[in-house]
């Protein structure tokens, strides 16, 4: 059982830049897949990355490949969520997801965070 927690949320503009962070306290972490999902108001909870416990595998949904960036370090905590180039679009409330298997149905994920919002003005 591990607790995700969400940081870095906040309200930027159109073109600006912000890194978010996943951490839990339980070393089991460091061992599961953990994907970031995100829900806009009155939109369905969509995938928006994932990487597995190694960091060397990772997926990005088609609306942030090229903008942004999921990492971390072999067996260590946070995993972080670099965006770029921020759209109006992505303005919602971020999750991080634990023990999945790394890809992008939030069904196989078992631990999640409570979420931090990021908001994108234009």
């Known amino acids: 059982q591990v607790q995700p927690v969400e940081s870095g949320g906040a309200l930027v503009q159109a073109g600006d830049s912000l890194r978010l962070s996943c951490t839990a306290s339980e070393r089991a972490f460091s061992s599961y897949a953990v994907g970031w999902f995100r829900q806009a108001p009155g939109k369905e909870r969509e995938f928006v990355a994932a990487i597995n416990w190694s960091g060397f595998t990772y997926y990005y949904a088609d609306s942030v490949k090229s903008r942004f960036t999921i990492s971390r370090h072999k067996g260590e905590n946070p995993v972080y969520l670099q965006m770029n180039n921020l759209k109006v679009t992505d303005t919602a409330v971020y999750y991080c997801?634990?023990?999945?298997?790394?890809?992008?149905?939030?069904?196989?994920?078992?631990?999640w965070g409570r979420g931090t919002q990021v908001t994108v003005s234009s």
């Open positions: 997801a634990a023990n999945g298997n790394g890809g992008s149905d939030d069904s196989d994920y078992h631990f």
